[in-house]
């Protein structure tokens, strides 16, 4: 199996003849904005945004249809020519040959090492690529040319990398034209390109930044000659694959200094001929990328063109990355142990990525969505809590006074812009993340003050949950929500959660659900406006309802909290009984009143509500939403199964159960039952036969999102256009499933939860089906290739899942509590499962003991020792915090935890 193969335990792998594969690409990128994709053919492209790109954008087609790629030529006199990265139409005829050139990738993370023999030349290259986790916005390159023969050869050596230099917008508008404004010069060691104007969406401005590439021998060498106009380098009737200047090794005219206007460009850059002896190497370092100025790249010249100084940022960078990936497992299968790790690295590379800029996503400019803002702080809360706090705060200044959100999110933290597109789209499900992010760091912190913390609420043109708009705004007044004095008005942390769930719980269809609105999860559901609804996050908002009462005991019990400050027009809102919750007229005008109340400004009167009465109201309100979808939604279909429908569409009709053509089932409205206890452990059970009979799929890695509805249901949402089993439509899609395994095991159901994960991974880890390297994708498609690798929010919920669930290691207000619901078989031969981890600010080494080879509901947690000391406990398992924090922060701390 040609599997990836794992060198180490941290991420390093192997895979032999990479570009075997079609669509295989790899991130390197850095926090200073650079973002790179790189196939085994050092395909893909380089970046700092949507307006500036340094290589030409690539989508997925791209990755084989792109000849202009980064490549680097030898010359070997009596030989000919031939392209260290493997991009000749000469190397790429012999692909299926025979002949084919032997490779073999290393890479790890954000480096990439591909080496390549040819037999027919006698010639071996190394190429690493990386981006520097410094603020060098740079990728740099180091390739070793090796000569396998017994004699010396005289080669001359070309890199030629082609540079595009602007927005990916002028792919197909004015490609031409924005090729005349270009202005390129030669520098002693390299090429710059610095074009006059930027022709985009923003309009025709002056250029500020400059491109370049620039290299030198791994001694330093400095090049002799250029030929940085793409049409002069390719010639004639040439191409990138057959360039006519290399293949009849023709001399470069332009020598350094030199100033050209007005042609696409390229880093052509020419090294003075050399002889490399037998079994000897050459070694040159190329770096591209971004400056200000001129003397940008002569200072990324004298700094980093230097084997010594490019092997000592590698090690750098490994090391930056390694630090940063603080969670480390070991459990008997260390290729999941492995997996994981890459894992980990997931949501950090979405926060360089965003959702657009690797080859699979293709969409949007860069912006990140209000979803991936709050998951992403899942990630963060078990990697890196200390900026979280304020990151949460920040968030919710984009929440509006009507429960609905900021869509457009800016580049700062806390920065949400009004939408001057008048596009109103709410995606439902919005209102519900905020809250899942927040219960898990105060569990993780204990820090339920956090909840009485005050923030702003946004303000745009946009009212009544995206249904009308404000007239009386406008951009003059400024993005946040003013009380009558004219004052902006900020409430608590609570309000806002409670304004986001209580406009919810009122904003529903005729079947008394929550209205789907534009979307909910599911961004493919995007047809049933008006009458659609989502009964899989009614139960997701009712579960929160019944959470936030918990917290508020927690408030009032242990903090003394009696009263509660909230802002007047709240109160509408928190009127009502089960007579009218049960009546969605009723539902809708409370709605209406309150985002009346709220449309242009707010009073700014706070009034006290009493502890006692906002949890009954809350909680009421959390018991009605559960019985109403227990009560209405739990369906058996004409085989005899059972589980909750979760949608209502357009025209207003229940979307799963029996169908014409066969059987309709959703994985979304199982797994917010099941996480919300909406649904009852008996339900659970029958979900459970339901999904293994309907969606479950061993070919494609799990729990598909939903079965085939051979019907473009053009009432519901765009995924129903998709093929089946592709992405939002009934793909196995990990996002979904990571959550139905995360609420399995909430529910104690920790063989069926680990099913979900380890067919999943097991699926993943595949590489002659998925074709993937290391990682969690979005999904995997019909064929079981995992599709958009990297930047999923589903990592995640992955991290979160392995570390919170399946090794039960739980904040629990703050104190650290153990319950863990690992399988017997995951427990190594030395009947030992560990993790690495922080909490409270410590570095701690928790180390399961299943010394009776007990399974998963037959051990309990006997005995826990700190640093070999025993920690006695009384009913339950859980280190109080304050034992945490009083270890060294600066050290290690083993947490033996004894299962009998
Ligand atoms: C993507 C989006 C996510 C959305 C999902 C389903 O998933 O990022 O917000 O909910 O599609 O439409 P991801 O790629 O993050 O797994």
């Known amino acids: 199996m040609a599997n990836c193969e794992f060198l180490n335990n941290k991420g390093t792998f192997k895979l032999k003849n990479p570009e075997n594969n079609s669509y295989m690409y790899f991130p390197i990128a850095n926090e200073a904005g650079v973002m790179s994709s790189i196939t085994p053919t050092l395909n893909g492209d380089c970046k700092m945004n949507q307006n500036t790109f340094l290589l030409a954008p690539v989508s997925s087609e791209e990755l084989h249809n792109n000849k202009s790629s980064r490549n680097f030529w030898v010359y070997i006199d009596g030989l000919g020519a031939w392209s260290a990265t493997g991009v000749s139409a000469a190397q790429q005829a012999e692909a299926f040959s025979e002949d084919k050139e032997e490779t073999e990738l290393e890479a790890g993370i954000m480096w990439h090492k591909i080496a390549r023999e040819s037999k027919k030349y006698n ?88 491109y370049g590439v620039v290299a030198a021998t791994g001694d330093g060498e400095k090049p002799v000659s250029f030929c940085p106009i793409v049409e002069e380098y390719i010639g004639e009737g040439g191409s990138f694959e057959i360039p006519k200047s290399i293949l009849l090794n023709e001399e470069f005219k332009v020598k350094a200094n030199a100033k050209l206007e007005g042609y696409e460009a390229i880093g052509a850059i020419r090294f003075e001929d050399a002889i490399i002896e037998a079994n000897e190497s050459k070694t040159f370092i190329v770096a591209i990328g971004f400056g200000d100025s001129k003397s940008d790249f002569n200072s990324i010249a004298e700094s980093h063109l230097k084997e010594i100084a490019f092997d000592k940022l590698l090690e750098e960078t490994k090391a930056y990355w390694d630090k940063k990936i603080n969670i480390s497992y070991e459990t008997e299968d260390k290729q999941f142990d492995n997996w994981m790790y ?139 929500i003013l009380a009558e004095n004219l004052e902006e008005y900020k409430g608590t942390i609570l309000e806002h959660l409670l304004v986001q769930h209580l406009t919810a719980f009122y904003d529903v269809g005729e079947h008394n659900n929550l209205k789907l609105h534009g979307a909910d999860w599911n961004d493919a559901l995007d047809m049933a406006d008006e009458k659609g609804e989502s009964v899989a996050f009614s139960s997701l908002y009712g579960g929160n309802l019944a959470d936030i009462a918990e917290l508020l005991k927690y408030l009032r019990d242990v903090k003394n909290v009696k009263n509660i400050d909230l802002a007047e027009e709240l109160q509408v809102l928190l009127t009502g009984n089960n007579e009218v919750y049960d009546n969605v007229e009723e539902k809708q005008n409370i709605l209406k009143d309150y985002c009346n109340k709220c449309r242009h400004n707010i009073k700014g009167k706070v009034v006290n509500v009493d502890c006692d009465k906002l949890i009954a109201n809350v909680e009421g309100k959390a018991n009605w939403l559960k019985e109403h979808i227990q009560k209405n939604e739990w369906i058996t279909n004409k085989e005899g199964y059972s589980w909750y429908n979760g949608y209502y569409d357009n025209n207003a009709r229940r979307v799963e159960g029996d169908g014409e053509s066969g059987t309709r089932m959703m994985l979304t409205g199982q797994v917010f039952t099941i996480m919300s206890k909406t649904a009852t452990v008996e339900q659970v059970e029958s979900i459970i036969k339901a999904s293994d009979n309907y969606l479950y799929d061993n070919a494609v890695g799990g729990y598909r999102l939903n079965t085939n509805f051979n019907e473009i249901k053009t009432d519901l949402g765009r995924m129903f256009g998709f093929a089946y089993g592709h992405k939002e439509n009934g793909a196995v899609f990990s996002h979904m499933a990571i959550m139905y395994a995360n609420a399995l095991y909430q529910r104690g159901f920790a063989f069926e939860g680990f099913k979900v994960i380890d067919t999943l991974y097991n699926h993943c880890n595949n590489f002659d089906i998925s074709r993937i390297y290391p990682g969690v994708p979005e999904y995997i498609n019909e064929k079981g290739r995992g599709m958009y690798n990297y930047l999923t929010g589903s990592a995640s919920w992955l991290i979160l899942t392995v570390l919170t669930e399946m090794f039960g290691v739980k904040g629990e207000m703050g104190n650290l509590a153990f319950e863990p619901k690992i399988l017997l078989k995951q427990f190594d031969v030395e009947n030992k499962a560990a993790i690495e981890m922080n909490f409270a600010e410590r570095k701690l080494k928790i180390e399961y003991i299943n010394e009776g080879k007990k399974e998963y509901g037959d051990y309990r947690v006997k005995e826990i020792y700190i640093n070999g000391e025993e920690y006695k406990f009384s009913e339950q398992p859980v280190i109080d915090r304050n034992v945490i924090t009083s270890l060294d922060e600066n050290i290690k701390h083993t947490i033996k935890v004894v299962l009998k």
């Open 342 to 480: 890459w894992v980990n690295f997931q949501p950090m590379l979405r926060r360089i990525y965003g959702c657009s800029f690797l080859p699979h996503h293709d969409y949007g400019k860069g912006g990140r969505g209000w979803r991936d803002l709050w998951q992403d702080c899942l990630a963060l809360l078990a990697m890196d809590p200390s900026g979280v706090r304020g990151m949460l705060l920040d968030n919710f200044g984009g929440v509006r006074f009507d429960g609905t959100n900021a869509t457009i999110i800016g580049t700062k933290q806390g920065e949400f812009i009004a939408d001057r597109n008048n596009i109103t789209r709410v995606w439902m499900d919005h209102g519900a993340w905020p809250f899942l992010t927040t219960k898990l760091y105060i569990e993780q912190t204990g820090d339920i003050e956090f909840l009485l913390e005050k923030q702003s609420y946004f303000k745009d043109l946009q009212v009544e949950r995206g249904t009308e708009k404000d007239t009386l705004w406008d951009l003059s007044q400024g993005n946040k």
């Open 123 to 210: 010639i071996k290259s190394e190429i690493v690529s990386f981006v520097p986790s410094t603020d060098d916005k740079i990728e740099l390159m180091k390739v070793t040319i090796t000569n396998t023969s017994n004699e010396a050869k005289k080669v001359t050596a070309t890199a030629a990398i082609p540079l595009y230099c602007r927005s990916a917008d002028n792919l197909r508008d004015h490609r031409h034209v924005t090729s005349l404004l270009n202005r390129i010069e030669t520098i002693d060691d390299g090429i710059i390109v610095n074009p006059t104007l930027t022709f985009d969406e923003r309009g025709h401005k002056k250029n500020t930044v400059v």
